[in-house]
């Protein structure tokens, strides 16, 4: 797969993914926060149970190899918590701020490769991190004081989003995609269904009532879409990848304005843009530090 193939897999990911917003925040009319993270990591591994059994016979090693849950079990914790953050904010934020807090992953990519792997973070990243700190300071209406709590648990949870990245990113070299994804949502599904039965009221009914957010969400914000991120992954950086993916909160901004009516203060728009910029620089770092090579055909 070349890179340009791999940038247009994670541009329909981030358009499916801001669409889900929308969906995440109705299906808590419904039901809490962390029964619609379980339900939604069930039916994704259920979905793709069948296509990693697949995969497996294809490659070898069964449903999933033994040496692939150590990093599923570290990107499925990570996601469960990202998730729940983001799904837990969503009750209160508002689906316009919860895309573009959530898009502040986008910043914390390089950071966390530099504090986690040592890797090299260009003085250009260090002006994306500037713009989004005024940016996130401008969406809150000129005051962090403005956010509310829902808002500051989706700011928080971009942490575990850009961990989740990297993890997804380390998986590659497995090339197990599905397999990993499958293993994963196992994790999540796990995870956030304890802690449903222990924190929530689980009702069929509210299940029910939830069942076509539960679909988008389960099937293509979460089997189709991760595995895509899983196989793009193999051929971009995990920089590159996250910027183009963090289009989703246009898309998100979009949707939330056309289906819900939600607006921002001209101060917002000004916030969100300075973000989105931030983004852009982040991007004109990868770009400048990415080898020619990595635009050839993989192996």
Known sequence: MRRIHA???????????????????????HIGPLTFLSA??????????????????????????????????????????????????????????????????????????????????????????ALAFVGTWLLGGGTLAGFGYGDWLVAVGAIFWAAHLHATKRSGHHARPVAFTFAQFVVIAVLAGIAAVVFEKVSFTSLYAARVELAYVGLLSSALTFTLLAIAMRHTSAAEGSIIVSLEILFAAFAAAILLGERLPLIGWIGALLMFSASLVVQIAAARTTKPEADKPAA
Do not use: H, S
């Open 40 to 129: 939604r990591a069930i039916i994704a591994a259920i979905a793709l149970a069948p296509l990693a059994w697949r995969e497996g016979n294809a490659r070898g090693g069964g449903l999933v190899p033994d040496r692939l849950w150590p990093i599923a079990l570290v990107a499925g914790a990570l996601f469960f918590i990202g998730g729940a953050l983001q799904q837990i904010g969503l009750v209160t934020a508002t689906v316009t701020n919860t895309g573009f807090l959530t898009g502040l992953y986008v910043v914390l990519v390089p950071l966390l490769g530099l504090a986690l792997f040592r890797e090299q973070v260009t003085p250009i990243v260090w002006l994306a991190v």
């Open 7 to 29: 940038d247009l897999i994670l541009l329909l990911t981030a358009l499916i993914w801001g669409l889900a917003f929308i969906f995440q925040k109705t299906a808590m009319d």
